[in-house]
């Protein structure tokens, strides 16, 4: 299984992330990396400035969304990532 380092995010206008990705690289929408994260075909994680995977989540009424295991570390959260 591959897994590729987050350094930044897309969010809409509401603040939920919509895409992750690399600044000038590549971009990925969420939708397609939850797909890919439950199907085992690929991995994601945060790195500054410790390290943190990303994982699918499930708010109550069933959407599922990103986020990064959780620590005590703020700046690694997905949220706080510069944008795309």
């Given at each position: 299984?591959?897994?590729?380092?987050?350094?930044?995010?897309?969010?809409?206008?509401?603040?939920?992330?919509?895409?992750?990705?690399?600044k000038?690289?590549?971009?990925?929408?969420?939708?397609?990396?939850?797909?890919?994260?439950?199907?085992?075909?690929?991995?994601?994680?945060?790195?500054?400035?410790?390290?943190?995977?990303?994982?699918?989540?499930?708010?109550?009424?069933?959407?599922?969304?990103?986020?990064?295991?959780?620590?005590?570390?703020?700046?690694?959260?997905?949220?706080?990532?510069?944008?795309?």
């Amino acid at each position: 299984m591959d897994k590729y380092r987050v350094t930044h995010v897309s969010k809409d206008q509401s603040g939920d992330i919509t895409a992750i990705g690399v600044k000038d690289r590549w971009r990925l929408p969420v939708t397609t990396a939850i797909s890919r994260i439950k199907g085992g075909v690929e991995n994601y994680y945060v790195d500054y400035p410790v390290h943190a995977d990303i994982v699918v989540g499930r708010t109550r009424w069933g959407t599922e969304y990103l986020h990064s295991t959780a620590d005590t570390i703020t700046r690694n959260n997905l949220d706080n990532l510069p944008r795309l």
